[in-house]
């Protein structure tokens, strides 16, 4: 089973109990705690800047969440590099019609070259315009 990628608003949602996709969020984490699951380290980036501004309590429990997910065997990171940044960027600029974020193309570019699987965890409709299942829709 390929795994399953996680956007930056699944995480954000997961981890913040005032988000309106919390409840969401925590019931599909639940359903797929044997599912391999993805991520980027730019998307964790996104997650970490997210809660920087909520004080140092949730600083440092973003901080751990990003810890632990690097540790869980359930999980990939895929790092950053020079070939996702180029491959990123060609996404990027060929999309110019498109208000996709630079990490968002990223993430594209990842699930695509990785065959991972095209049913995406976040609301970002964006996804869905490169042909992929988005599963946090409101």
């Not at 969401?24 to 501004?53: C, K, W």
Request: hydrophobic residues 40%; negative net charge.
């Amino acid at each position: 089973m390929s795994a399953i990628f996680a956007d930056t608003s699944f995480w954000i949602a997961l981890l913040n109990p005032r988000d309106y996709l919390y409840e969401f969020a925590n019931s599909s984490a639940e359903q797929m705690i044997d599912r391999p699951i993805a991520t980027t380290d730019e998307v964790l980036v996104e997650t970490l800047t997210y809660f920087s501004g909520f004080g140092a309590v949730a600083r440092n429990s973003a901080a751990r969440f990003v810890t632990m997910l690097h540790a869980n065997p359930n999980a990939t990171v895929f790092p950053q590099s020079r070939e996702s940044f180029i491959n990123g960027l060609d996404l990027y600029r060929a999309r110019s019609d498109k208000k996709y974020s630079f990490t968002d193309c990223i993430s594209m570019y990842v699930i695509k070259e990785y065959s991972l699987s095209k049913e995406v965890l976040t609301n970002d409709r964006h996804f869905e315009q490169e042909g992929f299942k988005i599963l946090m829709k409101e």
